[in-house]
């Protein structure tokens, strides 16, 4: 935005260029748009399909504007996934073994989700070009390793309430216990019509005998929940970008 002061024909002063601020809140803003929008669009295409001007378009911004916050494309879909996790609200607390097993079913059941199914696409299609590509994304790692530590701090919170005894120790019932839950259902996504009733009552009965609990979940938490989303609509995301967009361009 310039303002120019004209006084008379010909004549006018020196003009004030007004810039927009663009302070850390402003850039941090611009970040979470372009994520949010690049996460819409690997939704629908994956992430062969899905090129950087394909994100341009969808988020409303320039190929220098998301270079000025991304060095390439695997970098913004790092930030993607991190911002479908984000999406679902802040870290739950648990206060109970039974807390964690409600949500490590929530998460079981909703593989069965069209919506699930469309971010594993996305998802093992990256992991298998980080994996052919032998490098390693520090972003990713830096995801990974805080959802580790989440529930590193669960499961000490639990042993120190006495809800659970863990034997094993934090390292290899920690380890175990994401092991079990990813390649669960890396075999749902592999194997539709594998039986997920069973397969949880089975999981149940693996993690409790690492942890030895206090008190076993009751029946109720044996079947499958009355819903069970624990990744966000494609819609929603774009819905987020948008509303992001319309506060970005309100401050210029």
Known sequence: ??????????????????MPIRDAEYMQRDRRKIAAAAAEVLFEK????????????????????????????RDIIVAAIESIAESGGPAPSFETWADLVALLRLRHFSVQSPVARQYARFLFEFLGSIATSGEESPQLRALRDKDAQLLSDTLLKLKESGEIAMPLGLEATRSALLWISIGRAQDF???????????????VTIMEALV?????VGSDMLSPPDVAIAIPEPKKVKRAAKDRAGKSRSRR
């Open 212 to 216: 030895r609990p206090s008190r076993s």
């Open 189 to 203: 996504f592999a194997s539709p019509t594998l039986d997920i009733d069973r397969a949880w009552v089975d999981m």
């Open 1 to 18: 935005m310039c303002s120019v002061s004209f006084l008379g024909k010909g004549n006018f002063q020196p003009y004030d260029l007004v």
């Open 46 to 73: 994956g992430v062969s399909d899905t090129s950087i001007r394909d994100i341009c378009e969808r988020s409303g911004m320039s190929m220098g504007g998301v270079y000025v916050h991304f060095a390439s494309k």
